[in-house]
């Protein structure tokens, strides 16, 4: 079955950056849109930055437009968020999830959902 791993969260202190990772598995990986979502406690899940299955197009929500980059490496089937000058309101479990042939950014639609990682910002 579909499964996609999370991995690279963790302390950092505020302006630092982190890495992270999601493995992806049981899906024709080239064929999948791939998003970067997050949940603060006591908050809806927002949408954080998207990749087309292409990867010709990326997207990002404006809170972390030009701190972060996504990527995806379709040979090892993993999708990075690269977060760079963090903010303690970056504080959330990150999810990645996957959409067949998605060019869109936006938050809905997604098929399949990891189980998350915890990023936690100190100031």
């Known amino acids: 079955q579909v499964q996609l791993a999370e991995s690279g969260g963790g302390l950092v202190q505020a302006g630092g950056s982190l890495r992270l990772s999601c493995a992806a598995s049981?899906?024709?990986?080239?064929?999948?849109?791939l998003g970067w979502f997050r949940q603060a406690p006591g908050k809806e899940r927002e949408f954080v930055a998207a990749i087309s299955f292409r990867g010709s197009s990326t997207f990002y929500a404006d809170p972390v437009k030009g701190r972060c980059t996504i990527s995806r490496d379709n040979d090892k089937k993993i999708v990075y968020l690269q977060m760079n000058s963090l903010k303690p309101e970056d504080t959330a479990t990150y999810y990645c999830a996957a959409d067949l042939f998605r060019s869109s950014g936006g938050p809905v639609g997604y098929d399949y959902w990891g189980q998350g990682t915890q990023v936690t910002v100190s100031s």
């Open positions: 049981g899906l024709t990986f080239r064929n999948y849109g």
